[in-house]
């Protein structure tokens, strides 16, 4: 399906083309996370956009149609701007956008992405891109900073006590059922990749394939859910999982383990089904799905290693033999923490517990979460820059920057925001007149947001 850019605003952004001063010949506008949960944030998703909706021409048709809807919708419509696009640019958008690498990670209050028109003509087409490139940034970045954020947490509680070689496959994606979209399944799905290889969203799989050119960057398990469970009814769930166990040998099997009774279902495992489990050579992931999280996660460590037995690591604490919890409920960062607390106090590593998330990694933020705006610092008015800001008395905050800002990294690491220098800037050209600049690679993603810190 065609996406046509010029549908892809606000209503008001249709009436800006004559509200800028007389002369102006260029407007300069930048992205920022102005502050939020998390004091950083992992910048991703520009790529797909710019690949899915930019690098293809507005045509006559896009025109057409975009005038009838307009103005039937009660708003003016520039249909000699778009022509002039159509003409003297072959339909592609005379605009420049610059940005951070993928996967870098910024502090808040610092400018991530730039806009400016190339075509003194067009001056009006930066801010009326504002809505479609402000989504394509806020949401995939603030979800890769979500994910980034609860593998700290992990990597935390690894290092105390456990096996920091296995964090790739600490926190699934459960998500996908839980967005408002498709897309947004693919993006916040993708994000999550950044900074993890589990994942059941296989949206985000065919987008990363298709705009990041990877092969296959996320990987998942067989798994039970509760349908499979309780469709072999209450008196025959021990069949339903030695079905399961027997079918998926060799490998990780995951068993939601809650449809009935959890510590029957630990019980079965360590008992009847303990030699299929053996025979098989399976890894069991036993999953509780309902309860107060640490809690539950805490006593099916307890039962299973009562079956099961476990070795004890050179930093002194248990990891259960065969057996792993995988807790897909509740789960946020907060809950991460507290569950991984719960269990080092019963002297239990990390390495026996895996996560799944769903709702509250993909969908239980938005673009207040860490404030994102898009905003006009500079415009030049007949020859001349003049630098444009806002300062509402009545929130501080809400201060922009002024002038041609930009990303500055200093000696040290740090980044700092700055009135452009071009040769020294973070931001790198990413499009510029319908062509894509610069491209990264999905690799190059997860290395520029790899954790390289042993402390946190």
């Given at each position: 399906?065609?996406?046509?850019?010029?549908?892809?605003?606000?209503?008001?952004?249709?009436?800006?083309f004559?509200?800028?001063?007389?002369?102006?010949?260029?407007?300069?506008?930048?992205?920022?996370?102005?502050?939020?949960?998390?004091p950083?944030?992992?910048?991703?998703?520009?790529?797909?956009?710019?690949?899915?909706?930019?690098?293809?021409?507005?045509?006559?048709?896009?025109?057409?149609?975009?005038?009838?809807?307009?103005?039937?919708?009660?708003?003016?419509f520039?249909?000699?701007?778009?022509?002039?696009?159509?003409?003297?640019?072959?339909?592609?958008?005379?605009?420049?956008?610059?940005?951070?690498?993928?996967?870098?990670?910024?502090?808040?209050?610092?400018?991530?992405?730039?806009?400016?028109?190339?075509?003194?003509?067009?001056?009006?087409?930066?801010?009326?891109?504002?809505?479609a490139?402000?989504?394509?940034?806020?949401?995939?970045?603030?979800?890769?900073?979500?994910?980034?954020?609860?593998?700290?947490?992990?990597?935390?509680?690894?290092?105390?006590?456990?096996d920091?070689?296995d964090?790739?496959?600490?926190?699934?994606?459960?998500?996908?059922?839980?967005?408002?979209?498709?897309?947004?399944?693919?993006?916040?799905?993708?994000?999550?990749?950044?900074?993890?290889?589990?994942?059941?969203?296989v949206?985000?799989?065919?987008?990363?394939?298709?705009?990041?050119?990877?092969?296959?960057?996320?990987?998942?398990?067989?798994?039970?859910?509760?349908?499979?469970?309780?469709?072999?009814?209450?008196?025959?769930?021990?069949?339903?999982?030695?079905?399961?166990?027997?079918?998926?040998?060799?490998?990780?099997?995951?068993?939601?383990?809650?449809?009935?009774?959890?510590?029957?279902?630990?019980?079965?495992?360590?008992?009847?089904?303990?030699?299929?489990?053996?025979?098989?050579?399976?890894?069991?992931?036993?999953?509780?799905?309902?309860?107060?999280?640490?809690?539950?996660?805490?006593?099916?460590?307890?039962?299973l290693?009562?079956?099961?037995?476990?070795?004890?690591?050179?930093?002194?604490?248990?990891?259960?033999?065969?057996?792993?919890?995988?807790?897909?409920?509740?789960?946020?960062?907060?809950?991460?923490?507290?569950?991984?607390?719960?269990?080092?106090?019963?002297?239990?590593?990390?390495?026996?517990?895996?996560?799944?998330?769903?709702?509250?990694?993909?969908?239980?933020?938005?673009?207040?979460?860490?404030?994102?705006?898009?905003?006009?610092?500079?415009?030049?008015?007949?020859?001349?820059?003049?630098?444009?800001?806002?300062?509402?008395?009545?929130d501080?905050?809400?201060?922009?920057?002024?002038?041609?800002?930009?990303?500055?990294?200093?000696?040290?690491?740090?980044?700092?925001?700055?009135?452009?220098d071009?040769?020294?800037?973070?931001?790198?050209?990413?499009?510029?007149?319908?062509?894509?600049?610069?491209?990264?690679?999905?690799?190059?993603?997860?290395?520029?947001?790899?954790?390289?810190?042993?402390?946190?």
């Amino acid at each position: 399906m065609k996406h046509n850019i010029i549908l892809n605003s606000d209503s008001y952004k249709y009436s800006m083309f004559n509200q800028y001063p007389e002369g102006t010949e260029t407007v300069y506008s930048y992205i920022e996370s102005r502050g939020g949960k998390w004091p950083s944030t992992v910048f991703f998703g520009l790529q797909a956009f710019i690949k899915e909706y930019l690098l293809e021409p507005i045509t006559q048709e896009d025109i057409d149609i975009a005038e009838q809807i307009i103005t039937a919708h009660g708003e003016p419509f520039y249909r000699e701007g778009w022509e002039y696009i159509l003409n003297a640019h072959n339909g592609f958008l005379p605009v420049n956008i610059k940005a951070v690498p993928e996967g870098t990670i910024v502090p808040v209050k610092n400018v991530l992405a730039t806009i400016e028109n190339t075509d003194p003509k067009c001056f009006w087409l930066t801010t009326f891109l504002e809505t479609a490139l402000l989504r394509a940034i806020w949401y995939p970045t603030s979800v890769a900073t979500n994910s980034y954020e609860s593998k700290k947490i992990i990597l935390k509680w690894l290092e105390k006590n456990g096996d920091d070689n296995d964090i790739d496959f600490k926190l699934h994606d459960f998500g996908a059922r839980g967005v408002s979209s498709l897309e947004s399944s693919a993006l916040g799905g993708a994000a999550h990749l950044v900074n993890f290889c589990g994942t059941d969203n296989v949206a985000s799989l065919v987008l990363l394939t298709r705009w990041y050119g990877v092969g296959c960057a996320g990987f998942s398990v067989p798994a039970m859910e509760h349908s499979t469970v309780t469709s072999w009814g209450r008196d025959r769930e021990v069949e339903s999982y030695r079905n399961m166990i027997r079918k998926n040998p060799n490998g990780v099997v995951s068993i939601v383990s809650d449809s009935y009774n959890i510590y029957q279902a630990c019980e079965m495992f360590g008992t009847v089904l303990k030699q299929d489990i053996i025979d098989n050579n399976v890894q069991l992931v036993v999953r509780p799905d309902s309860g107060v999280p640490a809690i539950i996660v805490s006593e099916c460590l307890f039962m299973l290693d009562r079956y099961f037995g476990h070795t004890v690591n050179d930093k002194g604490y248990k990891v259960l033999n065969t057996v792993r919890v995988l807790q897909g409920d509740g789960i946020t960062g907060e809950s991460i923490d507290l569950i991984l607390k719960y269990a080092d106090s019963r002297g239990y590593s990390a390495d026996n517990i895996l996560f799944g998330q769903g709702g509250a990694l993909l969908q239980q933020l938005d673009r207040d979460t860490q404030k994102w705006a898009m905003k006009c610092s500079a415009i030049k008015v007949n020859g001349t820059w003049r630098e444009v800001f806002k300062d509402p008395i009545t929130d501080p905050g809400k201060t922009s920057k002024k002038g041609r800002v930009t990303l500055y990294k200093r000696e040290d690491g740090t980044y700092y925001s700055g009135l452009e220098d071009w040769p020294l800037s973070e931001l790198k050209v990413v499009f510029e007149n319908g062509k894509l600049f610069n491209e990264i690679t999905f690799d190059q993603v997860r290395e520029n947001a790899r954790l390289t810190q042993t402390t946190f």
